[in-house]
T-cell receptor
Framework: DAGVIQSPRHEVTEMGQEVTLRCKPI?????LFWYRQTMMRGLELLIY????????DSGMPEDRFSAKMPNASFSTLKIQPSEPRDSAVYFC?????????????FGNGTRLTVT | AQSVTQLGSHVSVSEGALVLLRCNYS??????LFWYVQYPNQGLQLLLK??????LVKGINGFEAEFKKSETSFHLTKPSAHMSDAAEYFC?????????????FGQGTILTVHP
């Protein structure tokens, strides 16, 4: 199994630009989560999907952030326009329900720097 | 709402010494609890999980954790530290007792191992 795959690994952009982060979950997993990690706030859940449907987006900071999951094997997190305070590591994770307590499987993250 | 407190943002031990990383949780329902490890520039990897089957949980790399309901604790231990254990460790609790991976994370504890 290839695990959760995120791209790009690093992204540097200027304030005001649009940024799109991509995620391919583990095949067969029905839950997908987007987390953000910063020194100040630690790991924060932004949004999660079940069977491609957004279930809870209460962690999305503001309207500049949006996430989609057009199919079971692909999700995007978009920031438009980006701001320096969005600089963080963004993690995608997936899990499989229905088999007891399912752990999260994380990707290696995308380190975003907004200048 | 669930919450996790990790006591000590940095822990330093000598190689061969006991490792003890502390975690206390707050949950309104019987919790599922997890420990994850994060190596530099990588995503989080599951060390072990508590799912109410047994209070002493054994994980990978010689780590174990004990669930103590009366103390609302889930401390992580390893009898003898190895240099390769140097990493950041996160305790997490499932939100609302969910089993599919919606987790609240602690702030993390950085473990340093000295030769």
């Amino acid at each position: 199994d290839a695990g959760v795959i995120q791209s790009p690994r690093h992204e540097v952009t200027e304030m005001g630009q649009e940024v799109t982060l991509r995620c391919k979950p583990i095949s067969g997993h029905d839950y997908l989560f987007w987390y953000r990690q910063t020194m100040m706030r630690g790991l924060e859940l932004l949004i999660y999907f079940n069977n491609n449907v957004p279930i809870d987006d209460s962690g999305m900071p503001e309207d500049r952030f949006s996430a989609k999951m057009p199919n079971a094997s692909f999700s995007t997190l978009k920031i438009q326009p980006s701001e320096p305070r969005d600089s963080a590591v963004y993690f995608c994770a997936s899990s499989l329900s229905g088999q007891g307590v399912s752990p999260l499987h994380f990707g290696n993250g995308t380190r975003l720097t907004v200048t | 709402a669930q919450s996790v407190t990790q006591l000590g943002s940095h822990v330093s031990v000598s190689e061969g010494a006991l490792v003890l990383l502390r975690c206390n949780y707050s949950s309104s329902v019987p919790p599922y609890l997890f420990w994850y490890v994060q190596y530099p520039n990588q995503g989080l990897q599951l060390l072990l999980k508590y799912t109410s089957a047994a209070t002493l949980v054994k994980g990978i790399n010689g780590f174990e954790a004990e669930f103590k309901k009366s103390e609302t604790s889930f401390h992580l231990t390893k009898p003898s530290a190895h240099m390769s254990d140097a990493a950041e460790y996160f305790c997490a609790v499932s939100e609302g007792g969910t089993s599919y991976g919606k987790l609240t994370f602690g702030q993390g504890t950085i473990l340093t191992v000295h030769p």
